[in-house]
Nanobody, 113 residues
C-alpha cells in the first residue's frame, strides 16, 4: 500500500516563507518522479513544480524564482521551499508521486496581505 503524506503548511504573511515536505511510504520507486500541485477554493488543481529521477525540475510560471523543489539524497523526502509568498499562493497543496500516480491528502497554505 503506497501512502503519500504532506506536512509543513500553515499561515504566513505576504513576503514570508514556508517549506512543505512530502514522504512516500510503501514503495521506494514511487519517489523517482514527483510533483507539487495546488488547488484554491473554486478553482482547478494546478501544477506547481516537478522533479524527475535525474533531478530535472520544472515550475509553473507563477512560482518561478520564488519556489524551489528538491529531494533529499536518499530520495525519501520531497520538499517545496516557498519564498516571497503572495496572497494568491493561498491554496491546498498536494504532493503527487508521478511514478505511482498517487496523491497525498494535501496541506493548507494561507498567505495574508
Amino acid at each position: 500500500q503506497v501512502q503519500v503524506v504532506e506536512s509543513g503548511g500553515g499561515s504566513v504573511q505576504a513576503g514570508g516563507s514556508l517549506r512543505l515536505s512530502c514522504k512516500v511510504f510503501g514503495y521506494p520507486a514511487c519517489t523517482y518522479s514527483m510533483s507539487w500541485y495546488r488547488q484554491a477554493p473554486g478553482k482547478e488543481r494546478d501544477f506547481v513544480s516537478g522533479i524527475n529521477h535525474y533531478g530535472t525540475t520544472t515550475y509553473a510560471d507563477s512560482v518561478k524564482g520564488r519556489f524551489t523543489i528538491s529531494q533529499d539524497t536518499a530520495k525519501t523526502t520531497l520538499y517545496l521551499q516557498m519564498n516571497s509568498l503572495k496572497p494568491e499562493d493561498t491554496a491546498m497543496y498536494y504532493c503527487k508521486s508521478d511514478s505511482c500516480t498517487k496523491w497525498g491528502q494535501g496541506t493548507q497554505v494561507t498567505v495574508s496581505s
